[in-house]
């Protein structure tokens, strides 16, 4: 079973099957799943360091485009969050988001906060496409720091 495993992970960090299975581990970890795209991008980073580039905008493609999934689900999920409109938090979350607007989005890179975020920014009616520029800037700069820190602490032998 072990040399099945690390044939499969092997497979998968060939350059032309890592960048696709980057891309769907940063789509899906952008949706409301709790899920890190970042071991997979470092991962594949590190077996093919010319795919740094590569990987850091597919990831930021990936992720950018999950952001967006999320976006939708709350536009859609709009009606049913209505019962809660009087909490205090709710109302004290609303005043912050609507003050920030879109660039709020700059937050999705934030785990545990950053996706239902982008929920919320749909579920608002934000405009879309401001809020995706502000996603994907997010996103970039988060895959962007994370893979170059973690090559910079652990530097190919």
Not at 70 to 88: F, I, L
Not at 130 to 154: D, E, N, V
């Amino acid at each position: 079973m072990e040399a099945w495993f690390n044939d499969v992970l092997q497979w998968l960090a060939l350059p032309q099957h890592g960048l696709s299975t980057v891309f769907v581990i940063a789509f899906i970890s952008a949706t409301l799943l709790p899920m890190g795209s970042e071991p997979a991008v470092f991962g594949l980073v590190k077996l093919n360091p010319e795919l740094f580039w590569p990987a850091i905008l597919v990831a930021t493609a990936g992720n950018t485009l999950g952001g967006m999934v999320s976006w939708w689900m709350g536009w859609g999920t709009h009606q049913v969050v209505d019962k809660w409109r009087d909490s205090r938090t709710h109302i004290r979350a609303l005043a912050w988001l609507e003050k920030l607007g879109p660039k709020a989005c700059l937050l999705s890179w934030l785990p545990g906060v950053g996706d239902p975020l982008c929920a919320v920014a749909g579920w608002l009616k934000m405009p879309l496409w401001p809020c995706t520029l502000y996603m994907a800037i997010g996103k970039f700069l988060r895959y962007l720091i994370m893979t170059g820190g973690l090559i910079w602490l652990f530097p190919s032998q």
